[in-house]
């Protein structure tokens, strides 16, 4: 059986999911976020959740086969393989997608970056388009966070203990571009591995659910 992406059986649920309650744990049209705290069996085919919730711990029974959303990271949801991109504007590498055999860096201009197109086009939302944002400015910030912490353990080696100038030299624009360039692809293998990952799991749980009804 097919289990939608992000999501796990009641039965699989581990103390610290953060997952998204609905109908009808709540109630029609009611959705909210809750961390699991606890996990119990109190019938083979029921499994107890204890979670936290405003901020009390509260408790639900659900089927053990009860599909229920996970919160993930919006990156995990953007729809398309993430990889390394020249915008054509600037000519600066980003992680972009690709999209029909062609690495797209603005989702706002065609495959070919001669006409303007809405991001529709790639079936993308505007949740997409910000998830995609947000990660760039992650990426930038630990690129840069990466090279200070370069420094200081070249700097430590050997034997300076003031800042006389060596960051000037080593988080240069050049450098910087060097690395970002360097770990932008590193970056979209991490993100398609955390999806296989999600992927191979729901699998399991999908044959786990289907041995169940036989």
Do not use: W
């Amino acid at each position: 059986m097919y289990l939608p992406p992000f999501t796990k059986l009641a039965q699989f649920l581990v103390p610290g999911d953060v997952v998204i309650l609905d109908d009808p744990v709540l109630g029609p049209g009611d959705q909210t976020e809750a961390t699991v705290r606890k996990v119990s069996f109190e019938q083979s085919d029921f499994v107890t959740i204890g979670f936290t919730l405003n901020p009390t711990l509260e408790t639900v029974v659900l089927p053990a086969t009860r599909v229920v959303k996970l919160k993930v990271p919006p990156i995990m949801e953007f729809p398309h393989e993430l990889t390394s991109a020249e915008h054509p504007q600037t000519s600066r590498y980003i992680l972009g997608f690709e999209f029909e055999g062609t690495a797209i860096a603005d989702p706002s201009m065609s495959q070919c970056s001669r006409f303007e197109v809405s991001p529709e086009a790639y079936g993308l939302t505007e949740d997409n388009l910000q998830a995609l944002a947000d990660f760039n400015n992650a990426f930038d910030d630990a690129v840069l966070a990466a090279i200070r912490t370069f420094e200081q353990a070249i700097e430590k080696e050997v034997g300076i203990v003031e800042d006389v100038g060596t960051a000037a030299i080593y988080a240069n624009p050049v450098c910087v571009v060097d690395v970002r360039n360097a770990l932008i692809e590193h970056a979209a293998k991490h993100v398609a591995h955390a999806k296989s990952v999600v992927a191979f799991f729901n699998g399991t749980q999908g044959k786990a659910k289907e041995g169940d009804k036989s």
